[in-house]
């Protein structure tokens, strides 16, 4: 593996984070979000991550010859169907159905920010794992001297 695929490696980590980081906002941010734009209560999503793709030969050989990936991207972005709707009996509500009853996001504050957290986490990890490899290839440019 080239020092630079490492990098490589950690940069799309980075990416992957960022964009979870921000769906993770966008969860927190929609906590009371009673009706989006079409109507219908927001539901939490989630983002599913997969393994980049090798794309040449030589990438097959040196990732089936090696545990070392090339990376990951993010696949999708899911809602969560599992996860019920909280429920609040509040008959004033203008969304509130004919029995009194507001439905709001599956959003759990609580989670989204342990979420926050891991995702904040990997991003630090990726940043370490991208500066030690850039300073292997400084230090061996000051070898070449």
């Known amino acids: 593996m080239s020092a630079f695929g490492a990098m490589d ?3 799309s980590g980075m990416t992957a984070q960022r ?8 969860n927190i941010a929609n906590v009371n979000t ?3 734009g079409n109507g219908d209560v927001y539901r939490r999503r ?4 997969e393994e980049k793709p090798s794309n040449t030969f030589k990438n097959y050989l040196s990732v089936a010859s090696s545990s070392i990936g090339n990376g990951v991207k993010v696949s999708q972005i899911v809602e969560d169907t599992e996860t019920p709707m909280t429920m609040v009996y509040d ?15 599956n959003v759990n504050t609580v989670t989204e920010m342990t979420n ?8 630090e990890a990726n940043i370490t794992a ?16």
């Not at 008959?91 to 996001?105: C, K, N, Q, R, T």
């Not at 991208?130 to 001297?145: D, R």
């Open 9 to 11: 490696i950690s940069a």
């Open 19 to 26: 964009l979870r980081t921000d769906i993770i906002a966008q």
């Open 34 to 36: 009673t009706r989006n």
């Open 46 to 49: 989630t983002v599913v991550f």
């Open 91 to 105: 008959p004033s509500h203008p969304d509130a159905d004919e029995d009194g009853y507001v439905y709001y996001p």
């Open 116 to 123: 926050l957290i891991d995702a904040s986490r990997s991003y």
């Open 130 to 145: 991208f500066n030690g490899t850039k300073s292997m290839i400084l230090q061996a440019l000051e070898i070449g001297k």
